[in-house]
C-alpha cells in the first residue's frame, strides 16, 4: 500500500466542530511509554483507523470488530486489508511521538494530541492539541521535526507508564 507524499490537512469543518482545540477531561487519555491511550477502552487514538489517514486522507472511526493489539494498546480498522497493513508495519501508520503534539514536544512538554486535529508531513502522520499548533507545524515542519525528535527522548523519559 502506498502512501501519499507531502502535507495533508484535515478538513477545516472537522477542526470547525471541536472549536480547533481539544482538552482531554480528566481520566479521558493517560500515556503509556510511548502512545497516547484511552484509559477507559485501551484505544489507541481513539479508536479511528491508522491507515485511513494515508488511503483516505481523513480519520475515519474503525470498527471493533477489527482490531490489532500493539504497543500495549487495542487499535481499530475500518477493514482487514487496513488490519494487515498496519500489522505488517506498525511504524509507518502509527502517529509520530504516539499522538502527542509535535509542538509541545519541540517545546520539552508531552501533550497528547487529537485524531481530528492531524498532518501527514513527510509521510508520517502527526496529531495536534489545536488547529493552532497545526497550523505553526505546518507552517516550518523540518524545523519543528528536528527539535521535537531531539527533545522526545527526554519527554518520553517524563511519561508515566
Excluded: C
Amino acid at each position: 500500500m502506498r502512501k501519499p507524499r507531502g502535507l495533508m490537512f484535515m478538513g477545516g469543518l472537522l477542526a470547525g466542530l471541536w472549536g480547533g482545540i481539544y482538552a482531554p477531561a480528566p481520566g479521558d487519555a493517560a500515556t503509556t511509554e510511548y502512545i497516547v491511550v484511552d484509559r477507559q477502552t485501551g484505544l489507541a487514538i481513539s479508536g479511528f483507523d491508522p491507515v485511513a489517514y494515508f488511503t483516505e486522507a481523513a480519520p475515519k472511526v474503525g470498527k471493533a470488530e477489527i482490531e490489532f493489539g500493539f504497543a500495549g494498546a487495542t487499535w481499530r480498522f475500518r477493514n482487514e486489508g487496513n488490519r494487515a497493513a498496519f500489522a505488517e508495519d506498525p511504524d509507518v501508520y502509527m502517529p509520530r511521538f504516539g499522538g502527542y503534539d509535535p509542538v509541545a514536544i519541540a517545546r520539552g512538554a508531552s501533550v497528547p494530541g487529537h485524531p481530528l486535529i492531524w498532518l501527514v508531513s513527510g509521510q508520517r502522520l502527526y496529531f495536534f492539541y489545536s488547529a493552532k499548533e497545526r497550523a505553526s507545524f505546518a507552517a516550518e515542519p523540518e524545523r519543528f521535526i528536528e527539535t521535537a525528535e531531539r527533545r522526545w527522548s527526554e519527554v518520553k523519559r517524563a511519561l508515566t507508564p
